[in-house]
């Protein structure tokens, strides 16, 4: 059984730029929900993708946005990067999209803006 | 909105104690509670799952207790081990398919 992974590991990116972060769930799961992690804060829910929708979304604003693919992998883009989007990126997939679901969690991509 | 706090932020323990990390929610209409370590700069790994209807899960040294009246949750960690030493973080998730994090407890277990 495969895990959920991430990619990349790490980016530095600047102010105003683009950036599109990726996430393959584990094996059988048809859903995914990114996190977004500040140093020494708890993750904070953007979205969850189901079947190619998306399917809840936290505070985020819309320049954060997301894909899912066909085979259940997922993109996260966040456009017009700001300071503070520097952060530990987290995608975790589950089986099934309800609240009953228990997550399993990717090795996250830390994004740096400068 | 879902609250969870975790207290202490902090702890270190003599290795072989056993110990004890709080987790509190303030909407008791959770589905389920989950307990993550997660190693500095990396992911989250799951630990324990335990659903609304449940009140406790064990595995190995780990047994977490969950009081939804209350809003609590108890993660207890049996004779404790320098490997221990991670950060412990709970997550409850209640409607709208997402999970409310706390913050953390950093644990140090000292040989």
């Known amino acids: 059984e495969t895990g959920v992974t991430q990619s990349p590991t790490h980016l530095i990116k600047t102010r105003g730029q683009q950036v599109t972060l990726r996430c393959s769930s584990q094996s059988g799961h048809n859903t995914v929900s990114w996190y977004q992690q500040p140093l020494g804060q708890g993750p904070q829910f953007i979205f969850q993708?189901?079947?190619?929708?998306?399917?809840g979304r936290g505070n985020f604003p819309p320049r954060f946005s997301g894909l899912q693919f066909p085979n259940y992998s997922s993109e996260l883009n966040v456009n017009a990067l700001e300071l503070d989007d520097s952060a530990l990126y987290l995608c975790a997939s589950s089986l099934g999209r309800g609240p009953y679901n228990e997550q399993f969690f990717g090795p996250g991509t830390r994004l740096t803006v400068l | 909105k879902q609250e969870v706090t975790q207290i202490p932020a902090a702890l270190s323990v003599p290795e072989g104690e056993n110990l004890v990390l709080n987790c509190s929610f303030t909407d008791s209409a959770i589905y389920n509670l989950q307990w993550f370590r997660q190693d500095p700069g990396k992911g989250l790994t799951s630990l324990l799952l335990?659903?609304?209807?449940?009140r406790e899960q064990t595995s190995g040294r780990l047994n977490a207790s969950l009081d939804k009246s209350s809003g609590r949750s108890t993660l207890y960690i049996a004779a404790s081990q320098p490997g221990d030493s991670a950060t412990y973080l709970c997550?409850?998730?209640?409607?709208?398919?997402?999970?409310?994090f706390g913050t953390g407890t950093s644990l140090t277990v000292i040989p």
């Open positions: 997550a409850a998730s209640n409607t709208g398919n997402q999970f409310y």
């Open positions: 993708y189901y079947r190619e929708e998306e399917n």
């Open positions: 335990i659903q609304s209807s449940q």
